[in-house]
């Protein structure tokens, strides 16, 4: 079946590590998304890709990194110089750029 | 840049009653409107959306209508169900950007 796919579903990292996200779609979807979810807000853009090697920041893209070497991939790294980092995250893709979004079921990050 | 408002936060009906979840946006560029249903520890699903072009859209129990003029669209659920407890996320999108809603969290009393 098609679909995307989050990777751990739980992650725990202590202070000043970093840690990568994985984030992977069969469904041949150009453009790749991770947004942050906290408690009682909506969800916050940190990066975009469109196509492989490209990628753009979004709102709140301070303290993390990206990379889209292949189309099927777009993992996240949560790097030391995120402030706040336990949130639940998610990544999500989409054929073009006015389609809705299909999302991976998250990971959730805590910082020990 | 775009500002989408959601009301409620929190809504609770009685199983077999409606549910509406109201969002207003404020960039008159945007052009589609997705909803999204995320269950609890899961990513959201997208589970209808609706064009500029069109004034209302229904799929079974669920419907979106669009009121361009007033900058707002509205997700209605009918005849609730238990499995329809979830957070609703709503979105407006203006070119390449998806502005969300800060989400309703609908719990149906059975």
């Known amino acids: 079946d098609g679909g995307i796919t989050q990777s751990p579903k739980y992650l725990f990292r202590k202070e000043g590590q970093n840690v990568t996200l994985s984030c992977e779609q069969n469904?041949?979807?150009?453009?790749m998304y991770w947004y942050r979810q906290d408690p009682g807000q909506g969800l916050r853009l940190i990066y975009y890709?469109?196509?492989?090697?490209?990628?753009q920041k979004g709102d709140i893209a301070e303290g993390y990194s990206v990379s889209r070497e292949k189309k099927e991939s777009f993992p996240l790294t949560v790097t030391s110089a995120q402030k706040n980092p336990t949130a639940f995250y998610l990544c999500?893709?989409?054929?073009?750029?006015?389609?809705?979004?299909?999302f991976g079921s998250g990971t959730r990050l805590t910082v020990v | 840049g775009e500002n989408v408002e959601q009301h409620p936060s929190t809504l609770s009906v009685q199983e077999g009653d409606s549910a509406v979840i109201k969002c207003t946006y404020s960039?008159?560029?945007?052009?589609?409107f997705p909803w999204y249903k995320q269950e609890l520890g899961k990513g959201p699903q997208l589970i209808i959306d609706?064009?500029?072009?069109?004034g209302e859209k229904k799929d079974q129990r669920i419907a979106v209508t669009l009121n361009k003029t007033a900058k707002h669209f509205s997700l209605h659920i009918t005849e609730t169900q238990p499995e329809d407890s979830a957070v609703y996320f709503c979105?407006?999108?203006?070119?390449?950007?998806?502005?969300f809603g800060t989400g309703t969290s609908l719990t149906v009393i059975p």
């Open positions: 999500a893709s989409s054929i073009g750029w006015t389609d809705g979004y299909t």
């Open positions: 890709s469109q196509i492989v090697n490209d990628f």
């Open positions: 609706i064009r500029s072009n069109v």
């Open positions: 469904l041949n979807h150009d453009a």
């Open positions: 979105a407006a999108v203006t070119g390449n950007q998806f502005y």
């Open positions: 960039d008159s560029a945007s052009n589609y």
